[in-house]
């Protein structure tokens, strides 16, 4: 009679036992599901059209750009000796606007490669200070439109609020379709090359809308190449030793 009263006293205690833990882990997995809900909801907030494009693998746009370009001049050697017309000469920065395609390849969360064909429109002028007493200065102003073929690498930060900072570098192609009206002027007195390569540099900031993605963009570019072609018999041409590109650029990036 004990034996069966005490199996039925551990049957009672054991099920009120396994009824108190499965309670106890119930309550836990609510707990924990409700925390859970509002972490993610806060990895989330504010990114909601980020999270429209963040599929994407590529997508397309336009580029409209300002750009300020000149030239970094290198004096020939015998700037002093052999020149007695000329005391100096120099690069004056002058304006221009960029028009370009957009196609940007995801490769992972947070890098693109990104080609970038357009046309750019440049003007830079050399400034030749004249030695002889009573003459002006004088410039000689270099009017470009560049075919332009970029291509970048890019670094994006983690998106904030449909935000994201990125930084940039790749490698520039550029023609200037200009230079043949420039060959027919004889009386040029500096003549440049109409290829050149450049390395570019920069940052920005992704902003993420509906229906688009506006990127306002900075960066620099840096000729790797001597563009100057001399040209005998004058002095303008003699006493510089190489010329090299550069260009600063703000750019309005849409894509979507």
């Given at each position: 009679m004990q034996t069966t009263d005490l199996r039925n006293l551990l049957r009672l205690y054991g099920f009120q036992t396994l009824k108190n833990?499965?309670?106890?882990?119930?309550q836990t997995v609510i707990v924990l599901l409700a925390t859970a809900a509002p972490a993610k909801a806060q990895s989330t907030k504010g990114n909601y059209n980020y999270l429209?494009?963040?599929?994407?693998?590529?997508?397309?746009?336009i580029t409209l750009g300002y750009n300020s370009s000149d030239y970094r001049v290198f004096r020939g050697k015998n700037f002093n000796i052999h020149n007695d017309s000329i005391a100096g000469v120099e690069s004056v920065t002058g304006?221009?606007?960029?028009?370009?395609?957009?196609?940007?390849?995801k490769l992972g969360e947070n890098f693109?490669?990104?080609?970038?064909?357009?046309?750019?429109?440049?003007?830079?002028?050399?400034?030749?200070?004249?030695?002889?007493?009573?003459?002006?200065?004088?410039?000689?102003?270099i009017e470009s439109v560049?075919?332009?073929?970029?291509?970048?690498?890019?670094?994006?930060?983690?998106?904030?609020?449909?935000?994201?900072l990125f930084v940039l570098?790749?490698?520039?192609?550029?023609?200037?379709?200009?230079?043949?009206?420039?060959?027919?002027?004889?009386?040029?007195?500096?003549k440049v090359s109409?290829?050149?390569?450049?390395?570019?540099?920069?940052?920005?900031?992704?902003?993420?809308?509906?229906?688009?993605?506006?990127?306002?963009?900075?960066?620099?570019?840096?000729?790797?190449?001597?563009?100057?072609?001399?040209?005998?018999?004058?002095?303008?041409?003699?006493?510089?030793?190489?010329l090299l590109s550069r260009m600063f650029t703000i750019s309005l990036h849409f894509e979507g």
């Open positions: 833990v499965l309670k106890t882990v119930s429209d494009f963040q599929n994407k693998p590529y997508y397309f746009g304006p221009g606007f960029n028009l370009q395609i957009i196609s940007n390849l693109d490669i990104r080609f970038l064909p357009g046309f750019a429109f440049a003007e830079r002028s050399l400034e030749y200070d004249p030695s002889r007493r009573g003459r002006l200065d004088y410039l000689k102003k560049f075919v332009e073929l970029p291509f970048q690498v890019r670094y994006k930060s983690a998106p904030y609020h449909d935000k994201r570098a790749g490698l520039k192609y550029s023609y200037d379709i200009q230079s043949r009206s420039r060959t027919r002027q004889a009386t040029d007195l500096v109409p290829t050149d390569f450049a390395i570019e540099y920069g940052a920005g900031m992704q902003m993420f809308f509906p229906y688009f993605i506006f990127s306002p963009e900075f960066k620099m570019s840096h000729g790797l190449g001597n563009i100057l072609i001399y040209k005998q018999g004058f002095n303008e041409s003699g006493i510089l030793e190489k």
